[in-house]
Nanobody, 120 residues
Framework: QVQLVESGGGLVQPGGSLRLSCAAS????????ITWFRQAPGKEREWVSCITASGGHTNYANSVKGRFTISRDNAKSTVYLQMSSLTPEDTAVYYC?????????????WGQGTQVTVSS
């Protein structure tokens, strides 16, 4: 069974940091790119970041560039999203999703999401 499970969300103050994890099982993570999406209440789902299967290339939305870092540890079947300098605009449910490449459309499996709340 293919499964992606996000964790690491929670409540953090503006300017704080948080690291999200996306744990994969039921498939070989080494062969897939992983994308982070987020969705805030009342807003459309937003593409955040992607990392290729080898970890050799990464991409970021302009809204998070310079603040977020995506990485992966294929030996641990886990992809990470390190978030820094957080603002209330980063409040959302964060999802990870699977794709053969770092493309915007066509993800076939999604995690359940983890809530990130940035508030003072």
């Amino acid at each position: 069974q293919v499964q992606l499970v996000e964790s690491g969300g929670g409540l953090v103050q503006p300017g704080g940091s948080l690291r999200l994890s996306c744990a994969a099982s039921g498939f070989t993570l080494d062969y897939y790119a992983i994308t982070w999406f987020r969705q805030a209440p009342g807003k459309e789902r937003e593409w955040v970041s992607c990392i290729t299967a080898s970890g050799g290339h990464t991409n970021y939305a302009n809204s998070v560039k310079g603040r977020f870092t995506i990485s992966r540890d294929n030996a641990k079947s886990t992809v990470y999203l390190q978030m820094s300098s957080l603002t209330p605009e980063d409040t959302a449910v964060y999802y990870c999703a699977r794709h053969p490449f770092c493309l915007r459309e066509g993800h076939d499996y999604w995690g359940q999401g983890t809530q990130v709340t940035v508030s003072s």
